[in-house]
């Protein structure tokens, strides 16, 4: 089992910049993949971008450009660097870790608003 525990987030201004960070204790080990995910309220939670421990990304088409992904191996944490944010971003934030096809973590999640 694997915790883990994001922050970074809070309100910006349209075009403005987050970082957030999601450090993975416990059975941290072995983490095939790391992952962002967003939530707005009465929305489905939609995938974000996610890296292997490998260096392979994936980015959503809404994010291409704007966010960039990375991953600390040795640290055990994710980051998500977003840039140009725009208020269609305000959503939670949740983390996520894979180590296997039947284990899959999550964060609680942290809030995102972007608002004039």
């Known amino acids: 089992q694997v915790q883990l525990v994001e922050s970074g987030g809070g309100l910006v201004q349209p075009g403005g910049s987050l970082r957030l960070s999601c450090a993975a204790s416990g059975s941290s080990f072995s983490i095939y993949r790391m992952g962002w995910y967003r939530q707005a309220p009465g929305k489905q939670r939609d995938l974000v971008a996610t890296i292997t421990s490998g260096g392979s990304i994936n980015y959503a088409d809404s994010v291409k450009g704007r966010f960039t992904i990375s991953r600390d191996n040795t640290k055990n944490t994710v980051y998500l660097q977003m840039n140009s944010l725009k208020p269609e971003d305000t959503a939670v934030y949740y983390c996520?870790?894979?180590?296997?096809?039947?284990?899959?973590?999550w964060g609680q999640g942290t809030q995102v608003t972007v608002s004039s």
């Open positions: 996520n870790a894979r180590r296997s096809a039947s284990d899959l973590s």
